[in-house]
């Protein structure tokens, strides 16, 4: 508590000597008409603050002060973010620096360690004709997303910043538009999870619209390490031998035709078959998707999923439920069965985001873990709505219905992964609280069952 009384003091102070210096500068000239061509940008984000990391070896909850400096660089399309925490404490007088951050230890290596001071390098953004980025990857979706929907590797921040990667070429780079390829590399250093998509336009260069942009596909991906994110005790519970290495992958052929392509109404249709541990399981679906008046989306889907497939098996949560996943498959428990998918969201003028999905079987729920309903929901409040206040929200729950009852376990925490990043900015400081919160019934004597990373920052953006 001493520590979030004095990070707010600070905060406080920071906001108060900002307001004093705006409020003693004359009005701002009027802004110039930009030079054409590649525009050379750099700022400064200065933020301190104070986190914790769960439980150490003594159950004790670790604890540090924060600071952050965070320098961005940009030249046309091409930007630079790098990303240098101190998190420290004083312990009996002494100052202490979370080893973690620059030692490697466990399985880390230096290369961990160097890229994980790297928040991005990019060149242009998703959906560009070439686009590259190293660094944090947040929701990345292969094709119709149903091998990889979603998939982020920032579900360990701040204690862990994994270092992944995105390369995407479209042949409409070179006027060619009937090929192009989607690849992903989710840690680097480790070369785990990778995956990578081949498409092409049979009838890209024909004028004929609607027909031109229909789209074939083919996707791979691989986890080569199931188990990464759990201990041996862990592994040997799931009836695994932490000494054996193990892997899964995935392979699909997809389709997707766009019937309609301009608001107000947008209009596809597409289709997958998938193949999930070397071609042991097998599952499909069909559906159709689009946008409404350019601000709602909407989505729905049929699925055939055979006995021991797991749709969109590289989905959000994947790093936190990898090893589980991959102990249902090859335990050869789950059985077929027909599914639906169905999906809404809306986007306001850059204000306000939010997308909500539920999965789940067309039979009877029985015990199977894979079966039961999934909810998804995402909100977004950017600023403008409220002044200087923008929120961010992930609620990820899974086995609905499996406790209480449908509507009564859709806010049971148990199962269910929520964060929360709230941002309030005055001129060019910004107050950040964050939480991470996960309710682990089984926790063990003695352990809090409520597991919560929670974070408060203060940041000052200098564009220079």
């Known amino acids: 508590m001493k520590h979030k009384i004095k990070c707010i003091v600070l905060c406080v102070l920071c ?23 590649p525009q050379f940008g750099f700022s400064l984000s200065l933020m301190f603050g104070h986190a914790s990391f769960g439980e150490n070896e003594s159950g004790e909850v670790e604890t540090y002060q924060k600071l952050g400096i965070f320098p961005d660089f940009s030249y046309g399309d091409f ?3 790098l990303d240098f925490y101190l998190h420290y404490r004083f312990v009996e007088g002494d100052f202490e620096v979370r080893p973690e951050d620059w030692v490697p230890a466990g399985d880390k290596t230096i290369l961990d360690i160097v890229l994980s001071k790297i928040r991005y390098v990019r060149w242009a953004h998703k959906g560009a004709p070439l686009y590259i980025k190293f660094g944090s990857i947040d929701h990345n979706v292969l094709g119709n997303g149903y091998i990889m929907g979603n998939y982020a590797n920032t579900l360990f921040l701040p204690g862990e910043r994994i270092f992944g990667l995105n390369f995407d070429l479209d042949g409409r780079l070179f006027d060619f538009p009937l090929i192009g390829i989607e690849t992903m590399v989710a840690n680097v250093a480790a070369l785990d999870v990778f995956g990578a998509r081949f498409f092409v336009r049979p009838l890209g260069l024909l004028d004929i619209q609607i027909l031109n942009l229909l789209e074939l596909g083919t996707t791979f991906v ?29 392979f699909g052929i997809d389709v997707k035709q766009p019937i309609l392509t301009q608001p107000p109404f947008t209009f596809a249709v597409f289709g997958d078959v998938v193949w999930l541990d070397d071609f042991d399981a097998i599952g499909g679906m069909v559906g159709f998707g689009g946008k409404i008046i350019d601000i709602f989306t909407y989505i729905a889907q049929l699925r055939i999923n055979g006995e021991n497939f797991i749709p969109v098996y590289f989905d959000h949560t994947y790093d936190l439920s990898r090893a589980d996943k991959y102990s249902l498959v090859k335990k050869g428990t789950i059985e077929s069965y027909l599914g639906w998918y169905a999906g809404i969201g809306a986007e306001f003028a850059n204000i306000l985001f939010f997308q909500i999905s539920l999965e789940g079987p067309f039979t009877e729920v029985d015990e199977d873990y894979i079966k039961y309903p999934h909810l998804k929901a995402m909100l977004t409040l950017g600023q403008g709505l ?5 929120i961010d929200m992930i609620y990820d729950k899974a086995m609905v219905g499996s406790k209480e009852g449908f509507f009564e376990d859709l806010f049971n925490p148990e199962d269910a992964l929520t964060t929360i990043k709230i941002n309030y900015a005055i001129g060019p400081a910004i107050i950040t609280l964050f939480y991470e919160i996960r309710y682990v019934p089984d926790a063990g004597p003695g352990d809090d069952k409520w597991h ?3 974070g408060l920052e203060c940041a000052l953006t200098l564009p220079l």
């Open 79 to 81: 930007g630079v973010g």
């Open 386 to 390: 409220v002044p200087g206040l923008s």
């Open 222 to 250: 691989m986890d080569r390490d199931p188990f990464k994110y759990v201990d041996n005790a862990y592994i040997n519970t799931l009836g695994f031998s932490p000494d054996e290495e193990y892997y899964i992958n995935a």
């Open 15 to 37: 906001l108060c000597w900002i307001g004093a210096v705006s409020f003693a500068q004359d009005d701002p000239a009027p802004e110039e008409v930009p030079a054409p061509g």
């Open 452 to 454: 919560i990373t929670s």
